[in-house]
């Protein structure tokens, strides 16, 4: 039997480009998150134990993203990150990854 699984998503904006998905090399290998620019995918998961949701710049998706989770994958932790560049998003990460805390907040 399918034994229940956690699964952290890295959702990049879709005007995300290599420079981005760069910037989170080091988050993936030490998290082993998923990582793409697609909302289902980042919610799917019946099924899971936990499904978190790492968003980097909502304001870039046409909607409010912590409501569009809630609507429709109910469950999902919601985790924003802004970041105005990779060089930024890679710090923010880092931070992360020094204090072995994959998710912000009490995360």
């Not at 998290?31 to 697609?38: A, E, K, V």
């Not at 710049?57 to 469950?75: A, I, R, V």
Request: aromatic content about 12%.
């Amino acid at each position: 039997p399918r034994v229940p699984v956690e699964r952290h998503y890295l959702l990049l904006p879709p005007d995300a480009d290599w420079q981005w998905v760069a910037a989170c090399q080091g988050y993936w290998e030490k998290f082993h998150i998923s990582l793409g620019t697609n909302l289902d995918d980042a919610g799917y998961g019946p099924g899971l134990k936990i499904r978190a949701v790492t968003v980097i710049n909502p304001d870039k998706w046409p909607e409010n993203l912590k409501t569009f989770f809630e609507q429709n994958y109910p469950g999902v932790k919601y985790d924003p990150i802004l970041a105005r560049s990779p060089r930024e998003l890679k710090m923010i990460l880092q931070w992360r990854i020094d204090k072995n805390r994959p998710l912000g907040g009490a995360g």
